[in-house]
């Protein structure tokens, strides 16, 4: 469970995360979500900051040498 986010890198590709706090509160940690299916932003995604939750599986990738990590999910609850 955590807060949906997006942001939109330099060449124009969107990217949405799941972000959660630490118990402390003082930190901030997201995790890219890859949504499988045809889905639209904004019409089909949370609102940012919306709480969710999501379950899928933990995939990784390699960008200019680092290793990356996200989430596939095949459904987004929102808590409303």
């Not at 807060?3 to 997201?30: N, P, Q, W």
Request: a negative charge; glycine letters at 8%; proline letters at 2%.
């Amino acid at each position: 469970v955590g807060m949906f986010a997006k942001r939109e890198a330099e060449d124009g590709d969107k990217h949405y995360a799941i972000t959660a706090s630490d118990l402390a509160g003082c930190c901030v940690s997201a995790l890219e979500v890859i949504w499988v299916g045809d889905h639209v932003y904004p019409d089909d995604y949370p609102e940012l900051n919306q709480v969710i939750k999501i379950q899928g599986e933990f995939k990784t990738f390699e960008y200019k040498g680092n290793t990356m990590y996200y989430i596939e999910t095949h459904d987004i609850m929102i808590f409303k």
